[in-house]
């Protein structure tokens, strides 16, 4: 039994900003502002990471045409590069990553619950596994039912950032001469190159999820049509938000009045609605953080349905539900790893380890579009390919550099996952490796 494909291009375009605009939204341009100093060096930063988001939107469109199926990245790898490689992928999305991010966003929208909310610190450390259970069981009972949910949240998020950045200059609080010199370092900022390549991995990791809509294109609607108009559309939608909200929020609070992260979110919402301000921006943050969580859980549990199909995995993960067309057990085992790691409370160091390892991943799949046997016929190819690839080599040598020892250490847990392949279908698995990859 195969899922059904009952996604549009609305909900799988939802898949593609819900993922990307998330607290990072909030957290983000305060951070890269005050290391940049310049207003155009910010705009320079975001633009020339959205030109690389769009470089990889349409590689990972044109992959998720050519394979419309469950899986995302595993499928790419696989039919690039065979299935050890694929199932590499799926081991550190399965152990680590999709667990330790959604465990992460359950747990970051805690503080602004409790702001609106008011609850006591016991009751609160309930709701990262409450937000967890609540979105496990939407997933499971249908995609479709799950799909409009998430586009509607999503919907309604860009709607509420565009509102925010409207409500700025119309309530009059925004000034352009905020913005002004456009090009002068203001003081504190810090070295040019420090500066640039921290901003640089910052306006990555806030585009990253776009990706992951091709994990779902098993389930879309005319994937030909509906694919690239999501992945190209959703790139742009979010690169719109960002350069929109950045600079709505500098011409509010002063680039010289930013103290940090943290604090400017409640600096911002002081100014624009007076002591309303801390209630108003955490209910913003909170809807940002639950269309992010509500996509990535929706996605994350195809790679495990998508492996366990190509018998690399546990058989009983690869099963459709007869009633509600999901790829149910897929979502409980997603579920369960990341309560398992709010059990373990270190999934933030754990994600450390594995983000050099997600990006070599992501420009590994794009670059599976050089090994096709029927070439690539798109005014943009190559191009693309070779600025997203250059785009995603110069983030992973930053984050090697940054901090090398994390990023070794991830290495050596994904390469691990080489030992647990074996426990799965060892014949399929020695067929599989003495076929070549199925390239289309």
Not at 358 to 375: E, G, H, W
Request: glycine content about 10%; hydrophobic content about 55%.
């Amino acid at each position: 039994m195969e899922p059904r494909r009952q996604m549009g291009v609305a909900a799988t375009m939802a898949v593609v900003t819900g993922e990307s605009i998330a607290l990072g939204i909030f957290l983000t341009p305060a951070t890269m502002a005050k290391s940049l100093g310049s207003p155009l060096l910010l705009a320079a930063v975001w633009c020339g990471m959205a030109v690389v988001a769009l470089c990889g939107a349409l590689c990972y469109a044109e992959l998720a045409v050519r394979f419309p199926h469950a899986g995302g990245e595993y499928v790419y790898l696989r039919e690039g590069y065979g299935g050890r490689v694929a199932f590499l992928y799926g081991w550190m999305s399965a152990a680590v990553m999709d667990p330790g991010v959604a465990a992460a966003l359950a747990v970051g929208a805690v503080p602004y619950v409790q702001s609106l909310e008011g609850l006591s610190s016991h009751a609160a450390r309930f709701l990262p596994a409450l937000f967890l259970l609540c979105l496990g069981l939407l997933n499971y009972i249908g995609t479709r039912l799950s799909s409009r949910v998430m586009a509607t949240a999503n919907l309604l998020k860009i709607a509420v950032l565009f509102a925010l950045v409207g409500w700025a200059f119309v309530s009059g609080h925004a000034s352009m001469g905020n913005l002004l010199p456009l090009a002068s370092r203001r003081p504190g900022s810090e070295a040019w190159f420090a500066a640039i390549a921290g901003a640089t991995v910052n306006a990555f990791f806030s585009f990253g999820g776009w990706w992951e809509a091709g994990k779902l294109a098993g389930e879309v609607r005319e994937p030909r049509r509906t694919l690239p108009v999501a992945f190209v559309g959703g790139v742009l939608v979010v690169t719109s938000v960002y350069l929109a909200v950045s600079f709505a929020f500098l011409c509010v609070v002063p680039m010289e009045r930013i103290v940090s992260n943290t604090a400017f979110v409640a600096q911002f919402g002081s100014v624009l609605f007076g002591p309303a301000g801390g209630k108003v921006l955490s209910g913003c943050v909170l809807l940002s953080v639950a269309g992010g969580l509500m996509a990535m859980t929706m996605a994350a549990p195809r790679v495990y349905f998508a492996m366990a199909r190509d018998g690399a995995f546990f058989p009983v993960f690869g099963r459709i539900h007869p009633r509600f067309g999901t790829p149910a057990n897929a979502v409980l085992l997603q579920t369960a790893m990341a309560m398992l790691a709010l059990c373990f409370g270190a999934f933030d160091r754990i994600l450390a380890y594995v983000i050099f390892s997600a990006v070599c991943f992501l420009a590994l799949s794009a670059a599976s579009l050089f090994r096709l046997k029927r070439p690539v016929d798109r005014w943009w190819y190559p191009a693309a390919p070779v600025v997203f690839l250059t785009g995603s080599g110069v983030i992973a040598l930053l984050v090697l550099l940054h901090n090398p020892l994390p990023a070794l250490v991830g290495v050596a847990v994904v390469l691990s996952g080489g030992l647990l392949r074996r426990w799965f279908t060892p014949a399929n698995l020695a067929s599989a490796e003495a076929a070549e990859p199925s390239l289309s």
